[in-house]
């Protein structure tokens, strides 16, 4: 006998056309877009001085010469830890926003969220809005659907190539680099990157939209342990909305059931079904809904940002507590102190931090040298950076509880010049006279140093002298 086949468990994708609204959580959203896009695609162009054999950019990243430039300040990769403070201040000021106001990130600044956007008003503007999108989408092909979605995907591409081309604009100096790509000169590693970015922000931002934030993103399944039930998010008052009904319907709430809420969802979603993972909390629904209900003639705010425990407080009838109360609870002021603390340790380092410096490498093979006249030899592998925008002449010296010589390989004095923003590397040694304690010693602590003469600032290194009683 045959076996009836097995359901599917599989389910083909079905696209989500918003429809158009307008309100004031949609004008945050597009000012958030303009803010955001013009920042992405102005910060390469603008000038800052950066001294001789430097590309005059305020933000970029050097990767070359190693080196990452935000206006005054200058990352090196010893200052790797200044990195690693901006991470930890990103993850805290995530775990911050979403403990007070929900995945109010997703729905306003992420990058995946405002190009979506500007894919989705795009669109809009090329096939209509949700119903006539439903239609060509639906619709055989034909040479008017072809028209259109030629055209529209041209114009996504153009996005895309913009993104891309902003993208490759930190690092390297953007007019030189624009030049050499308009030009074909441009090295190939820039092309592959502009390709990459292009092609990554033409599938993510026209066809998966939704998908990335529901599968590829992790942020929704982090977002349940940043939430509580004093988080404000979104939500609908059901005890207001339901039954629902048409307007007139005896017994029935304020929700007509006009499924506006759902037409606008970017995600595709219902918010009437309750708090999901999908919801970015872009407040897009409030808009349709408060629109609804002013025609409707009823109070607004059937959907709304509120909490968990506003909404038990106005279901028995109380007023839900002040905004401020959410807010400012134990949680987010402990993520905003840690925020903070993380924030003025970086730049108190950033502060503190030399102009100049100096590593220190002993040389390990082998540990000494025993000289012809007994004296004992130990060797340094030194590296010496210098920060300023101009070359700049150091002296080494070293402190020690044991009479040391010092010398620098292949000169006589003890004065090096390093490079503008460069890093010099030399080899010094430190001898110690026959039967002298340091020669005898297993371990001589001392600590070197380098001197700029013009400022005054100095750097040091501890390292130690080896001996015979190693």
Known sequence: MSQPASPSLYAAREPVFPRRVSGRFRRLKWAVMAVTLGIYHVLPWIRWDRG????????????????????????????????????VMAGLGLFLFTAALGRVWCGYACPQTVWTDLFILTERWVEGDRNARLRLWHAPWSLTKARLRL??????LLIALATGGAWVFYFADAPTLLQALVTGTAPPVAYATLALLTATTFAFGGFAREQICIYACPWPRIQAAMMDERTITIGYRDWRGEPRGKRG????????????????????????????????????????????????GRPRG?????????????????????????????????????????????????????????????????????????????AYDLRLRNRHPEARTLALSF????????????QDGLTVTVPADQTADLRAYLDAPPESAAAAAPHTPLRLWITDPASGDRASAATYFTGKGD
């Not at 430097?54 to 990452?68: E, N, S, T």
């Not at 809420?261 to 629904?285: E, F, K, S, W």
């Not at 002021?333 to 490498?361: K, N």
Request: charged letters at 20%.
């Open 52 to 87: 001789p054999d430097r590309p005059d950019q305020a933000v970029l990243v050097d990767l070359a010469g190693r080196r990452f430039f935000f206006f005054w300040i200058e990352i090196w990769p010893q200052d790797f830890h200044v990195v690693a403070g901006l991470l």
């Open 302 to 378: 059937l959907i709304g940002y509120f909490t968990l425990t506003d909404e038990c407080e106005e279901r028995a009838g109380r007023p839900p507590r002040p905004v401020w109360q959410h807010i400012l609870r134990p949680r987010t002021i402990l993520y905003a102190t840690l925020w903070t603390l993380a924030g003025a340790g970086l730049i108190f380092t950033l502060f503190i931090r030399s102009p100049i410096d100096i590593d220190v490498s002993p040389v390990r093979n082998p540990t000494h040298v025993l000289l012809s006249d007994g004296t004992i030899r130990n």
């Open 249 to 296: 319907t005896p017994g029935a709430g304020d929700c007509v059931d006009c499924k506006a809420c759902a037409n606008v969802c970017p995600m595709g979603i219902d918010i009437r079904d309750g708090q999901q993972l999908a919801c970015i909390t872009c407040g897009l629904c409030i808009d349709a809904c408060d629109d609804v209900m002013t025609r409707l």
């Open 151 to 156: 055209t529209k995907w041209t114009i996504w």
């Open 399 to 410: 402190t020690a509880d044991a009479p040391l010589r010092l010398r620098i390989e292949g």
